[in-house]
């Protein structure tokens, strides 16, 4: 199976061939590289920018206006809080302009810990993101929902902020991308680029079949009926073992993935919470104005009287930084353990 | 700060035909009226805050007249700043979106009552919405371009801003972004420069001497020119704007502009006194000249004064946009 950088290529790859995507920028994103994540390796319309976020996010702002296509990359969401204000223009020329124009483009960036990034390469956006209205923010926990995630991301007329998390950037999917051939070796072959002088190396792409996620629409990844769990990006997979696990305990957890961060599909956690009765928001941001802390807030809202315990949050620490030493970012951000424990806690909480 | 290259050409000969003369002339008096009007709007409380161009029409009607006026690559972009009146006169815009927006009315054809006066904003012609932040659009500007270069034909993408405001890294993006070499794009990087920022004089601040100079470090062609002149702005911009047409490479021109009102009604809006009116000093030649009377100037401008007070009223008794709009255009729907 695919990994997520490879299933965000051959998506990629798939855009530019059938979806009109025009330019696939950001710094080191074009040959020989292909992004530092491989993201972006052996696509005919990548090309490398000067290393300036807001030139980056003007340029796909210029693009879109003029009828092209971009896809932008921010190489770690840490690098894009200098670009807020380009962002919440992008966000706002609709609106702000009663309609006259839109913006068709997409902003991907790596985000999130889980690969000992340190200080300035483990921040999460989602927080961020979700405060800027007029995009529509995406961020996949697997291959085959990130290669589906980016196709309608290209196919949108508005701002799309793509959002990957770097965890899982490098881990393979349990169901194969549509058109993916069946030996993982074979498709490595295909379409990573070799070590080494890639001057000559020209990809050779799989038939890929057209397989929209489609925005907004979140998905249950498993059924349970004592416990919703609600999740998105590096923590989803966590949750999604935490309930297989404590299924032998007895408690039976339903996981969801919201796939979408906005427009979010409240009415598939509504659903879930109703029946349930008891909820835990899992995410890495930092806790205090977490988007999380917005699901609970309309959780109580709308569902009170349904629910059996208070909803719970569980995410990153409010510290300034995810510390290098693994101690630091174990003890910042939710990891397994962290995870199990409170779905436990809040399956067996009694008022 | 030493006294600025001006490199102007000849005062004592007109060196366009007359009738060019006087639509320009035409268009100043019409953009500075308009600017008028909205000031005098904004002191009688039919809108919150004032910000316009009245002392750069000299430069900014030449500009809006060898536009090459569209929509798409094609044709060029404006992306503006929010002194840009005199432009969207001279491409013949109606005066009377600019008194809708002032008063915030739902029929403000460039927000819907959304935005400030002055923030324009037309897809049908390649007006890319002005926004407030400082400076911003020098980094969209190059996007423009390059889909203008891969398109081919000879639109070109130009950017307008202030002097102060080349200070924030967006103008360094637009230089690094535009002159990439072997990516080149077609753009005319415009600096308007009035020698101030709202309270801020240039000199405390600016240690090039000239603006445009920072573009020769990009390999850019670049120029300071008397921007109050408008036959020395219609020549300078004609000369910029087909050499960026044609070798579909940057250039960063520099006029030098005055500010008659002060920075915006934060600042009072008032005349100042002390900065050389552009539109005096042309009256004066075309008077001068044989072009037109004093008479017929001064008619001119009373017509376009009545005219303005008419707008004015019809436009107060508009409509605002309804509360439920608010959520309006929040995403574009495919249609
Ligand atoms: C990023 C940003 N910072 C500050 C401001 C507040 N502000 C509005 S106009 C202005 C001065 C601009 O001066 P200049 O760039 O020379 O343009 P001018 O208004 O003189 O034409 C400032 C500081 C702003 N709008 N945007």
Known sequence: MANMAQAVRMALHYAEEHLGVTDIFGEDVGAPLGGVFTATQGLKTAWNSPLDERGIIGMAIGLAMAGSKPVAEIQFADYIFNTIDLLKIAGNTCWATNGDWNLPMVVKTPVGSGIRGSIYHSHSFDATATHIPGWKIVIPSNPLDAYGLMISACQEINPVMYLEPKALLRIKGEERIPGEPEDDKLLSKMIDAPLGDRSQWKPQWPQLEAYAVPIGKGKVVRAGSQVTVVSYGRTLPLCKKAADDLAAEGVDAEVIDMRTLWPYDWELIKGSVEKTGRVLYVNEDTEVTNFGEHLVRRTVEELFYKLMAPPRLLAGKFVPGIGLADTLEMASVPQQGDVTAAIRSLASEQP | ?335
């Open chain 2, 1 to 335: 700060m030493p006294k600025p290259r001006l490199l102007n050409r000849d005062e004592d000969s007109l060196p366009l035909d007359r009738e060019l003369l006087v639509r320009m002339h035409d268009l100043m008096v019409k953009a500075r009226v308009l600017e008028e009007r909205l000031i005098q709007m904004y002191k009688q409380g039919h809108g919150y805050f004032w910000i316009g161009g009245p002392g750069e029409e000299a430069f900014n009607v030449p500009l809006g007249l060898l536009m090459k006026k569209g929509q798409g690559p094609a044709y060029d972009y404006l992306h503006a700043h929010y002194r840009q009146s005199a432009t969207m006169m001279a491409l013949g815009e109606d005066p009377i979106g600019a008194l809708r927006q002032m008063k915030n009315v739902a029929a403000d054809p460039y927000s819907g009552g959304r935005n400030f006066a002055g923030h324009f904003s037309k897809r049908e012609w390649n007006i890319a919405p002005v926004s407030s932040p400082i400076e911003v659009q020098y980094a969209m500007a190059p996007g423009t371009a390059l889909a203008q270069k891969r398109h081919g034909g000879d639109g070109i993408s130009i950017v307008t801003g202030g002097d102060a405001g080349t200070a924030e890294g967006d103008f360094a993006s637009c230089l690094v972004w535009s002159s990439r070499p072997g990516n080149e794009l077609p753009i005319l990087i415009i600096v308007t420069n009035n020698k101030w920022g709202i309270s801020t004089p240039g000199e405390t601040q600016h240690g090039e001497t000239h603006i445009a100079d920072r573009g020769k470090a990009f390999n850019i062609r670049t120029k300071t020119i008397d921007g109050n002149d408008p036959i020395n702005s219609y020549l300078e911009l004609k000369e910029a704007m087909e050499y960026v047409r044609k070798e579909r490479k940057p250039f960063l021109l520099e006029a030098m502009v005055s500010r008659l009102y002060g920075h915006s009604s934060a600042s009072g809006a008032n005349f100042v006194g002390n900065e050389q009116d552009c539109l005096a000093v042309f009256e004066e030649r075309l008077e001068k000249h044989g072009i037109l009377t004093r008479k017929e100037m001064d008619e001119l401008r009373n017509r376009y004064t009545e005219d303005m007070a008419a707008m004015a009223r019809q436009v107060r008794e508009e409509p605002l946009p309804a509360p439920e709009t608010i959520w309006n255009h929040i995403f574009a729907e495919r249609k």
